[in-house]
């Protein structure tokens, strides 16, 4: 129950499918499904799911459409034994990988890029060697925090630019146990030991906890949107604690952005922590005007614009007593295509607010993410050719300001430079010039197979 009850505390994650592997020493299996973890895992699947040691999975897919045979773990077996593998992430280079893969005969089943890693296992002049994942890791590109079991251990492995969170645990009853976030420790009464370091291998088995680096070290390059929007505001992740992080950027962008106003109002949920930051820098009333459905998730991270167009309908709910007749300043943590945030400004304006201040959490989004965010369409970006008045003019509001990436930075404590800013700098640290996008491996196999 450990695995389900992690993967439960971190839904935020990804709420397209779910899956947990588990082995009993002997075989591994796994379940997968599409959906909420608990849509996914009824009782009676978990009953049968008992095993020595198990990992799971949360999808918010980033390459790969979302069906389930894309969900995670991935399980397959070869002449090295049963394996499953799930990965946070993206792999820059997995077209190559695939492409070189399948003129070698090599057949996938997925179109997601985390199944190269198996075909790296399986390849004869990895698999002979006496460390055969050391040897495959030396070909991935991009950001992967993995998680990889077989019958008789699990191994974590964080990419050498440490892009997504991964920590290292320990059970009350004495179990190893690694998590992207430390909100999964929590949930399972383990305590964080420290992170899984960039470029390290991490090993959980019976002998307890060794580890082994295939990577020499270099200057980290840590996801900063995580501490903007995606993790949970409990968990702490690159020596910061994420609610501490977005109230620090709230308290910044209230004094980069003053404004006369009656209220502070938070866009549920991720604008909130940055919003009570705002408010209490500016000495402005903080009230909840915009309230959400707690049933239908987050909406960022649905596959598709129809779904977030109908998810923030469902989701957001103005009350009009606390918005009418008042200037109220809006805090949310971004925008990225700007169509949901558009209507519910909107519907303010038709609750009888008089004047719209919008303020932003983080720099505006130009550039794509390669690494494991869902915007590396540039065309969908509505910063991407648009200045700020513009962008305010689009969403119908009286002003708007995003927070400075000076201002950013100051709010975490690591330095400027061991943090991936690409998606507002344009700035990325290793070659992007043939990324994969969300669907290309998906086009591919249509043209290979129709």
């Keep these: 129950m450990h695995a389900y009850h992690a993967i439960y505390a971190q839904q935020h994650r990804g709420q397209e499918s779910a899956g ?30 008992g095993g ?34 799930a990965h946070n992430g993206n792999l820059v280079n997995a077209g190559l990988l695939r492409h070189r893969f399948e003129e070698q005969g090599h057949i996938f089943h997925t179109t997601t890029d985390s199944e190269v890693v198996f075909h790296l296992l399986a390849a004869p002049n990895h698999a002979r060697k006496q460390d055969p994942l050391y040897h495959a890791l030396q070909h991935l590109q991009g950001a992967y925090s993995l998680v ?48 899984v370091e960039p470029g390290e291998i991490v090993t959980l088995s019976d002998a307890g906890v060794t580890s082994r680096r295939f ?87 649905k596959p598709t614009q129809a779904q977030r167009n109908a998810a923030v309908q469902l989701k957001l709910n103005v009350v009009e007593d606390i918005v009418r007749d008042q200037r109220i300043v809006v805090v949310d943590d971004s925008i990225v295509r700007g169509t949901t945030t558009r209507g519910k400004m909107a519907q303010l304006r038709r609750a009888g607010v008089k004047e719209i201040h919008f303020r932003i ?38 002003s708007l300001h995003f927070l400075s990436l000076d201002g950013l930075l100051d709010c975490v404590s690591q330095p400027a430079n061991h943090y991936c800013t690409a998606c507002w700098s344009g700035e990325y640290r290793i070659d992007v010039s043939h990324p994969i996008g969300k669907m290309d491996l998906e086009q591919f196999q249509m043209k290979m197979f129709g």
Excluded at 53 to 64: D, F, K, L, V
Excluded at 159 to 175: E, I, M, N, S, Y
Excluded at 246 to 274: F, Y
Excluded at 362 to 388: E, K, M, T, W
């Design 20 to 49: 947990i592997a588990v082995t009993d020493g002997e075989r591994l299996d796994a379940h997968v499904g599409m959906g909420l973890v608990s849509e996914v895992f009824k009782p009676r699947v978990l009953d049968q799911l």
């Design 52 to 85: 020595k040691a198990a990992i799971g999975h949360n999808r918010y897919s980033t390459t790969g459409s979302s069906h389930c045979d894309n969900a995670q773990p991935l399980l397959q077996s070869f002449s090295g034994g049963q394996m499953a593998i």
């Design 148 to 195: 990889i079991l077989t019958k008789g251990k699990i191994e974590a492995v964080r990419d050498p630019w440490g892009w997504r969170p991964l920590v290292l645990g320990k059970t009350a009853d004495g179990f190893d146990c690694v998590a992207s976030e430390s909100v999964a420790m929590d949930a399972i009464g383990a305590t964080v030991v420290r992170e």
């Design 215 to 301: 990577s020499e070290q270099v200057r980290p390059c840590h996801c900063v949107f995580e501490h903007v929007y995606f993790a949970n505001p409990s968990s702490k992740m690159f020596g910061d604690t994420v609610q501490v992080a977005r109230e620090k950027m709230g308290e910044k962008l209230a004094e980069e952005s003053p404004v006369e106003a009656d209220l502070v109002i938070p866009m549920p949920d991720s604008g909130r922590s940055a919003a009570l930051g705002f408010a209490r820098k500016s000495g402005l009333p903080y009230r909840e005007g915009i309230v959400p459905n707690r049933y239908v998730g987050r909406t960022f991270i």
């Design 361 to 398: 959490s983080c720099p505006p989004i130009r550039h794509g993410c390669y690494f494991g965010v869902d915007f590396p369409d540039v065309s969908q970006l509505i910063a991407n050719n648009r200045s700020v008045d513009e962008i305010a003019e689009y969403l119908g509001v009286d």
